[in-house]
């Protein structure tokens, strides 16, 4: 089973200013990883896909990169509904798919 | 526009089987070769894969889960199903399904809006 690691466990970052979210593999999984953002109440939402590639609707701001077993997601410039719960999920090798334990995005 | 959702009972009985019902809308269950996901968050945890199916009826599931899960399809509703077997306490989290995608983008989008599971007597 391939375990993914997110760092940090929350992040404080005042509006406005940039956000980078990691997330690590234990073994590669190509640029097979995708990025989502849950709010409270609400089920997630597929923000990146292919590591780098944004989802239907998903603005500017956002970015993903990193292949093999590193990958990062930037905020560029945060607004206030960008505050939630990230997620990201490999999907290289499965059974089964897993995802990271998750970052907060917090308001500083 | 492709939406899933999710129906079933929100209180199950340890020892019990919970089952569940994603309701897809906006297209066919069949039409392409995608996968169907399960997936769950305990409250205030972390996301779980439980298990995907083909739209063939091929099955996969998450080893920490397979001894007590089936999920199905039923093309002609619309419809797949989730039944997990001997639930406990550990088992109470928000269900969600979700489309998987096909070959090779088993990313998930959309998503069902969830539904909150309880397993207690």
Redesign the interface.
């Known amino acids: ?1 391939i375990v993914m690691t997110q760092s940090p466990a929350t992040l404080s970052v005042s509006p406005g200013e940039r956000a980078t979210l990691s997330c690590r593999a234990s073994q590669s999984v190509s640029s ?1 990883l ?1 990025w ?1 953002q849950q709010k409270p109440g ?5 923000l990146i ?1 292919g590591a780098s590639t944004r ?1 239907t609707g998903i603005p500017a701001r956002f970015s993903g990169s990193g292949s093999g077993t590193e990958f990062t997601l930037t905020i560029s410039s945060l607004q206030s509904e960008d505050f939630a719960v990230y ?1 990201c ?1 490999q ?1 290289n090798n ?9 970052t907060r995005l917090e308001i500083k | 526009q492709l939406q899933l959702q999710e129906s079933g009972p929100g209180l199950v009985k340890p020892s019990e089987t919970l089952s569940l019902t994603c309701t897809v809308s906006g297209g066919s269950i069949s039409s392409s070769s995608y996968y169907w996901g399960w997936v769950r968050q305990p409250p205030g945890k972390g996301l779980e894969w439980i298990g995907s199916i083909y739209y063939s009826g091929s099955t996969y599931y998450n080893p920490s889960l397979k001894s007590r899960v089936t999920i199905s399809v039923d093309t002609s509703k619309n419809q797949f199903s989730l039944s997990l077997r001997s639930v406990t306490a550990a088992d109470t989290a928000v269900y969600y399904c979700a489309l998987e995608g096909d070959w090779p983008n088993y990313w998930f989008d959309p998503w069902g809006q969830g539904t909150l599971v309880t397993v207690s007597s």
């Open positions: 089973e097979d995708a989502y609400q089920a997630p939402r597929l896909y989802a997620y999920q999907y499965w059974p089964p798919i897993t995802f990271g334990q998750g």
